[in-house]
Nanobody, 125 residues
Framework: QVQLAESGGGFVQAGGSLRLSCTASGSTASTHVMAWFRQVAGKERELVGAITPWMAGTTYYADSAKGRFTISKDDAKTTVYLQMNSLKSEDTAVYYC?????????????????WGQGTQVTVSS
């Protein structure tokens, strides 16, 4: 059973930074595509970015995250990070870690089998 646990959310002023962590059980991060999604109440969950278990961890970012957010994994490949810089008020959301076993990035939430409980990020303007 894959288990994911996010941490690192909080309150930050616009222009600030936060780093979210997703701790995955077992070798999940070595075998699954790991992704970060976010969701605002009343809206669909949207992909922020993802990192593959192959090709030294190739990353993919949504347009809203490019140039500001970075996804990485630790050497043991048990934790995936989302470094968020230059935060904006529109980045306020609940951020979720997700994992899927399969080829391709999986840009839709429905393509991911496993989810963490989410962590709230609030950016004040």
């Amino acid at each position: 059973q894959v288990q994911l646990a996010e941490s690192g959310g909080g309150f930050v002023q616009a222009g600030g930074s936060l780093r979210l962590s997703c701790t995955a059980s077992g070798s999940t991060a070595s075998t699954h595509v790991m992704a970060w999604f976010r969701q605002v109440a009343g809206k669909e969950r949207e992909l922020v970015g993802a990192i593959t278990p192959w090709m030294a961890g190739t990353t993919y970012y949504a347009d809203s995250a490019k140039g500001r957010f970075t996804i990485s994994k630790d050497d043991a490949k048990t934790t995936v990070y989302l470094q968020m810089n230059s935060l904006k008020s529109e980045d306020t959301a609940v951020y979720y870690c997700a994992a899927r076993l399969g080829t391709g990035w999986g840009t839709q939430a429905s393509e991911y089998e496993y989810w963490g409980q989410g962590t709230q990020v609030t950016v004040s303007s």
